[in-house]
């Protein structure tokens, strides 16, 4: 049985980087198309990225487009969102989740979310 472990949050300064991580346990990730969400306090989740399981096809919310950059590192069963140029409007919980489908689908079609990690930008 899939599960995810988010890591890698924290406190950081506007314009700095953060890598989060989603690693698996119990299969592979490479049979699932992986999503990034984030949810701020008093708004609805929002879908950050996500990378498909078919191809490896990316994509990104217009709000963090050239500045997150996602990844899968198959040998470590991980998937990585990279976070530059960060702002305050980024700070939320991130979720990463685990769909069956193979390409990048909403948020209703993950079977499988993380605990969430907590971003937080502020100087």
Known sequence: QLQLVESGGGLVQPGGSL?????ASGSTLDVYTIGWFRQAPGKEREGVSC???SNGYTNY???VKGRFTISRDSAKNTVYLRMNSLKPEDTAVYYCAASR????VPSANYDV???GTQVTVSS
């Open 19 to 23: 890598r989060l991580s989603c690693a």
């Open 101 to 104: 489908f193979i390409l990048c």
């Open 51 to 53: 990378i498909s399981s």
């Open 113 to 115: 979310w993380g605990q």
């Open 61 to 63: 919310a217009d709000s």
